[in-house]
């Protein structure tokens, strides 16, 4: 899981210039958790890590120049503070 993590998060890093490298980590880390526990809760059979990791980096696809703009929600304010240490 960590290389795939690494790998998605350099992608997400290298779309968009307004995060760092921790912070894409955030982002890809919060994207795979909320994919997978959105098909948990709707009753979805579990299709693998290879599933998440095709949805995760669709968004990064489609989202990643514009995500940073997300750091500003009160929901993920918290964990992009810039003096803060709390990267998910």
């Given at each position: 899981m960590e290389e795939i993590f690494e790998r998605l998060a350099n992608?997400?890093?290298k779309k968009n210039g307004n995060l760092t490298i921790d912070e894409a980590r955030t982002w890809v880390e919060l994207l795979w958790e909320d994919f997978e526990t959105t098909r948990a809760k709707a009753g979805?059979?579990?299709e693998g890590k290879q599933m998440?990791?095709?949805i995760v980096s669709g968004w990064i696809n489609q989202?990643?120049?514009r995500l940073h703009e997300f750091?500003?929600?009160e929901k993920y304010k918290k964990m992009f503070n810039k003096g803060n240490d709390q990267v998910h």
């Open positions: 992608d997400l890093y979805r059979e579990y998440t990791e095709r989202y990643g120049p750091a500003n929600h």
